[in-house]
């Protein structure tokens, strides 16, 4: 609920209230029109109320009547004071006394610095009190606190600080902090964001769609990389979002370009999204809409995303064996959870503590369920001593059953060994990559590492050493692959084969079918690595040559790929001419060389003037070293000289 603030009755913020706002008396929710002579609401619209009564008709035609009778009034008072004028320059008037004079303006001298400073006071405390509305709004907005948590806050504040003037006029409940959201602070953001994607000719444009449940629509949220000419430096910010019922590849262009409003298509330098073959023909879709345009710069481009593609490899690989271990840990996470009867009964025969119990399996994210594995290897024979008893006692469900059946597996814990050797294999890019930092320049060589360290595992050592990413996205995998049982699982996984081989629980043909999943595993991986990969695509390679690595390491490989990458840029229209860019970027691999060298020639100079210092430093204890030694010969021979003497 709005209150009333004291400055709007100060003429010189608001003179279009002068004339007929007053405070209502009694109550610091409304104000009083001395106009209509009436007292309204102001709800919880504040300001926006005064504004909106001041444009209703009847104030407007009671305003134009008290304004017409000032007029008379005013020529009234004219003529009365023409027609008191002294005539011929005889003044009919007496004038007031110097003292009397003299104590007036005294008295006036008094008064107006205690105005002025009520008024700079109110303005001042207003001031604070917005700055600390908009202040606690920004914070829920940023912890995504709900709006009813506004519900009693003045009242909190003013109890916790009672001798602050900014507690004291506080006013912000569940329905100001979303009106000062959506119509003060977020245009505000939009409009400064806007401004500076004019001022960029390029942009990356980054979009995900996903349900949103209460609106039971499509929620496409467009977020936006630029260069921020201000603080000089990549800025990732979010642009806005649009509700979609139909998601086709029209559909999803269609929404881009309403969030895109204002700017030109021709900026867009580089869409990025995840993998679903729509958003491939969405941006085919934009490339022709811009390329209608001759010479219009179109979007470079450079796949999906490589989060998405290593994580989906990742789980195509699992697909390609008969394990199912994403339902064996899901129905584990499941039996123990929100049943306090199953876990008081593990606990009890177990003697289990918290750091003891599944996992939770996440079916989105497969390269982060290598704790969820690690887990379940842990607990796994509490579990199997759990699951016997359980049986004995004639106890049962259907997700007992199934995890029964599952433990009945010798080679479950060979399996879950596996998944998590090949995971945790994965995992430091998914960890690396999940920034908002610009890591594109570091896209190729990293995944690269993915695709060759993934290879020497299950192919032939001469294949493997000798090819490159794009010599193995034209295998034959199957061909080029090792023998099954000379593939590299992992020491953990061969160590549980070998000790369910030495118990004589799974025989050598079980031994070869599991170690020919492990192949299959590995063969699908590669193969959905390099199918929807940016690893296809040159941009991808080109930009790898502004690797700082990439630079010092090789500088010939890093001149080829920045070629590659003008050319690519040359074909969007996105450069002129490269001949300026080849020679810069010459210069600085020229520069670096110099640098290295000169650095080189400091440090042999600093290693021959820290020789001789070391040198002289020797000498020099040598000298002492000889002068107090032919001093203690000297010092012995007096003394025996002395004892001669005595004797």
Not at 164 to 187: Q, W
């Amino acid at each position: 609920m709005s209150r009333f603030l004291d400055a709007w009755l100060n003429a010189n913020c608001f003179p279009q209230y002068a004339t007929f706002l007053k405070k209502a008396p009694g109550d610091s929710a409304a104000a009083f029109c001395a106009v209509c002579n009436k007292k309204f609401k102001l709800s919880n619209m504040g300001k926006a109320a005064i504004d909106s009564h001041m444009r209703q008709s009847t104030h407007v035609k009671n305003a134009t009547a008290v304004s017409s009778q000032y007029s008379v009034r005013a020529m009234l008072s004219s003529s009365q004071q023409q027609s008191q004028k002294p005539k011929d320059g005889i003044s009919d008037t007496v004038e007031p006394s110097t003292a009397t004079v003299t104590v007036q303006e005294q008295l006036v001298a008094l008064q107006q610095p205690q105005q002025s400073t009520v008024l700079k006071l109110n303005y001042f405390t207003r001031e604070a009190v917005l700055k600390a509305e908009v202040t606690w709004a920004l914070f829920c907005a940023e912890k995504n606190y709900s709006m009813r948590s506004a519900d009693g806050l003045p009242e909190t504040f003013q109890d916790m600080f009672p001798d602050s003037e900014i507690a004291k006029h506080f006013s912000l409940g569940r329905d100001k902090i979303g009106y000062m959201l959506k119509f003060g602070l977020a245009p505000f953001f939009e409009q400064e964001l806007r401004q500076n994607l004019a001022a960029c000719t390029d942009i990356v444009v980054c979009y995900d769609e996903a349900l949103n449940k209460i609106t039971q629509k499509s929620q496409m949220d467009v977020h936006v990389r630029f260069w921020d000419n201000k603080r000089h430096q990549v800025q990732s910010q979010y642009l806005g979002s649009a509700f979609l019922g139909s998601t086709k590849a029209e559909n999803l262009l269609e929404a881009l370009e309403s969030v895109l409003k204002n700017l030109p298509l021709s900026s867009v330098l580089q869409v990025s999204m995840d993998g679903p073959n729509v958003n491939l023909k969405t941006l085919r879709l934009l490339k022709g809409k811009i390329s209608a345009i001759p010479e219009s710069p179109v979007p470079v481009e450079a796949g999906t995303c490589g989060l998405h593609t290593v994580s989906r490899a990742f789980q195509c690989g699992h697909a390609a064996t008969s394990w199912e271990l994403n339902r064996f840990l899901r129905s584990l996470y499941r039996l123990l959870k929100d049943c306090p009867a199953r876990r008081a009964e593990y606990i009890s025969l177990t003697k289990a503590n918290d750091t003891q119990f599944p996992l939770k399996f996440c079916l989105v994210r497969w390269l982060e369920n290598s704790p969820v594995a690690s887990r379940a290897i842990a607990i796994l024979p509490n579990l199997k001593m759990w699951l016997r008893k359980a049986a004995v006692k004639g106890e049962g469900s259907q997700l007992m059953g199934e995890i029964r059946d599952a433990c009945k597996d010798p080679l479950l814990s060979a399996k879950l060994q596996f998944f998590r050797s090949v995971s945790l294999l994965l995992e430091p890019f998914l960890l690396e990559f999940q920034t908002k930092k610009p890591m594109f320049v570091f896209l190729y060589e990293k995944l690269s590492v993915i695709v060759l360290t993934v290879g020497r595992l299950f192919l032939k050592p001469e294949i493997v050493t000798k090819a490159s990413v794009s010599d193995l996205a034209n295998l034959e995998l199957d061909k080029a692959a090792l023998p099954a049982k000379l593939i590299d699982i992992g020491f953990a996984a061969r160590k549980e084969l070998g000790v369910a081989l030495a118990e004589k629980t799974i025989s050598e043909q079980d031994k070869l079918k599991f170690l020919s999943e492990c192949k299959q595993f590995y063969c699908k991986l590669i193969e959905k690595l390099l199918e929807k990969s940016p690893l296809r695509y040159p941009i991808v390679r080109g930009a790898s040559s502004l690797s700082p690595t990439l630079i010092c390491s090789s500088p010939e490989v890093s001149q080829q790929r920045f070629r590659m990458l003008l050319t690519d840029l040359m074909e969007c229209h996105r450069l002129s001419a490269d001949g300026m860019a080849r020679q810069r970027y010459r210069d600085a691999l020229e520069e670096k060389r110099d640098e290295e060298k000169s650095n080189t020639a400091v440090t042999v100079s600093q290693k021959r003037k820290a020789t001789d210092e070391i040198f002289r430093i020797e000498q020099e204890l040598e000298a002492k070293r000889r002068a107090l030694l032919a001093e203690e010969t000297e010092a012995l021979a007096r003394v025996e000289e002395l004892r001669k003497r005595l004797a």
